[in-house]
């Protein structure tokens, strides 16, 4: 057996972590001759040591009486003056620079743009007309969605169909607004060459116009109807495959409309 | 409000010298305790802690604001300390302990009870403890009342000390040898004859 040395003994006395105490520990409840050399060295550090006097309050009071005269008091530091002239100087030329900085940055922002906007109109066209685009797309994507969901849930057991009159009716209103802009887009796009565009914003006029020009109360056999005839789910995913290739369109533009500003 | 520590110092250096007093206040107990466990003479210890307010209201300007007031202020103390040890023995202070011998065993008694024979071995064990003390180094010394004595770390008494804590530590080491030495014949014999059943 591997006895504690004299040092290991004095560590485990004043050891403060858990670990090492418990190693010793171990040690010691196997081992008399460890016991007894751990046992002497507490012993020996148990031995009363004198305990200082203690003093009456105020002592640190006291003690600071009796040393304080010779000292002299830190020199005050001077309070900082903000109006005192260095600091006016740098203050002035501080909102100087700041001035000089907002005038340069206007005047070199105004110097780029107009470069570019001039440069190239085609470009800033192509952006607006896409930008205008996807929101009417967007909207007529979400007019063929309700479209399809309404014939599709109301569908009841008889085989009958029984439409929300109040879904309708939003269905209605929406088709009669996205109408005048739908044959807009497509008259001023019908002589450019962008047939998949033309087709679907031909196929999608006359969806609205069926919707939009329905008796008063569209009922759910309408819907049915126009969603068969009209073949509104091709039509839905036509409208998707434009808005994806929209955005990417609009990417390109907006990087090349950067390039041009640099 | 209580002013911190911090505060009372940024005080004393924007020329408030009396704020000085209360950190003497708040701190000169405790650095007094200290000196005199230490020193173990009430006169040398109120000299150290005199010293060491004096010493550290002069350096107050090269305090680190991020450190502990504290410690620093302790670490003062531990120098003042160990100055006056140097000084004593340098001066050729008369122990107040005579030599004794290890192997005496007129003195070997038992450790509780009271009356006579407890008083005798009480005086006996201070008579040894003291002399231990003044064989002790100064370093020795030190280390031993702050890790024994006042609880510190091995980091704290090396960091007090200026040296390794391995330095530190065999400092307290040497220390408790010394005690050892010369308090552990007054138990050695009535341990061992008061534990015949101990396990092996």
Redesign the interface.
Known sequence: MKHLT??QL??H??A?DAESRIAAETHLR????C??AY???S???A????H??V?MP????Q??????SP?P?????PRPTWFSLPRLVVAGACLVSLVAAFVGGSHWQRSRKVPMEAANPALAKQRVVLFILDDHLDRSERLLVELSHTAGDKRVPNGSLQADSLQADSLQAEARQLLPDNRLYRQALASGDDPMMSATLDHLERVLLEVANSPDKLNAADIARIEREMKTDTLLFQVRVLRARNSSQETKVESLSKGASI | MEKNDQALIRA??????DA??DL??????TM??VA??IT?S?SD?EEI??ET??RS??S??EFDARSDFRTWIYRIAVNCALQLLAKRKKEGAVPITEEFDDEVSGIQLA?GGAGPERLLL?KE??HR?RAAMEKMTEDERVAFVL???EGR?IEEIAAALGVTPNNA?QA??RA??K??RA??PL??AP??GSRPG???
């Open positions: 004299e040092e004095v560590e006395y004043f403060d196997i081992c008399r001759r016991e007894q046992q002497e060295v012993n020996v550090l031995a009363p040591a004198p200082p006097p003093h105020g002592f640190g009071r003690l600071w009486k009796s040393i304080q000292l008091a830190y020199p005050a530091k | 004393v250096l924007a020329g408030n010298k000085y007093g003497a206040e708040r701190h000169g107990e007094f305790r005199y466990r173990e009430e210890a802690v005199q307010f004096l209201y002069r107050l300007g450790q009480d064990i201070e403890r890790r024994h004595l770390s530590k307290v080491f408790v040898q005690m050892r308090l552990a138990w050695r341990l061992l101990m396990k092996s």
